[in-house]
């Protein structure tokens, strides 16, 4: 997702004396997934990165790298609606907000190296059909962050919040993919005038 989850990414990999393991799993794994998608991450990787036993793992996710997945999905989904109901009580403009987050969406990931990425876009492309668990949490974290957008567009009185609400993920997603791609903070500085130019007009 955009700058909102990057939240996730800036701390990068845990600091190990203050976080609980189940916590350190989440941050770890969620770091290498943005980085490097879902099937290119393995689990040696993630308990390195969370300097748990692999013992730990399957203490506090059963399910194994999967059900790990879904509760980053949770985590960072949670991230990102807690960022825009904030935004929805600051008293900034939706225009302001969704063009300002496309702008910090480019300085992150400029501030990585372009090393960074969408967790969500990540694990959806790394997403096969088998992985219905994770596809249904992938659905269920793109339901609530369009929902809460479409709830600043309407108190913004936007018309049709829900289809205006699908194409500022989509044009954040996509904008936030083809920078890292290109390495370039571009394409979401033109989406940001796009966003800006669509809500004003609307």
């Known amino acids: 997702m955009f700058a909102l989850t990057s939240a996730a990414s800036r701390q990068s990999f845990p600091d190990p004396e203050s976080a609980a393991p189940r916590q350190r799993l989440i941050r770890g794994a969620t770091a290498l997934f943005q980085r490097r998608g879902y099937h290119a991450v393995g689990i040696t990787e993630i308990l390195e990165a969370a300097q748990t036993p692999r013992g730990s793992l399957y203490y506090q996710f059963p399910g194994g790298k999967p059900e ?57 492309q790394g997403t096969s059909p088998e992985d219905t668990a994770l596809a249904d949490a ?20 936007m018309q049709r919040p829900e289809e205006t609400a699908d ?22 500085l033109l989406a940001a005038e796009s966003i800006r130019h669509r809500l004003e007009s609307n």
Do not use: M
């Open 167 to 188: 194409s500022i993920v989509a044009n954040l997603e996509g904008a936030t993919i083809l920078a890292r791609a290109l390495q370039s903070r571009e394409p979401l």
């Open 68 to 124: 790990l997945a879904c509760r980053c999905i949770d985590w960072v989904t949670g991230e990102v609606v807690n960022g825009l109901h904030k935004a929805r009580h600051s008293g900034h403009p939706a225009a302001d907000i969704f063009a300002g987050i496309a702008t910090a969406t480019a300085a992150w990931l400029e501030a990585s190296n372009w090393t960074e990425g969408s967790l969500l876009a990540a694990l959806t």
């Open 138 to 157: 992938l659905a269920h974290a793109y339901r609530r962050i369009r929902r809460e957008i479409a709830t600043i567009l309407a108190l913004d009185d």
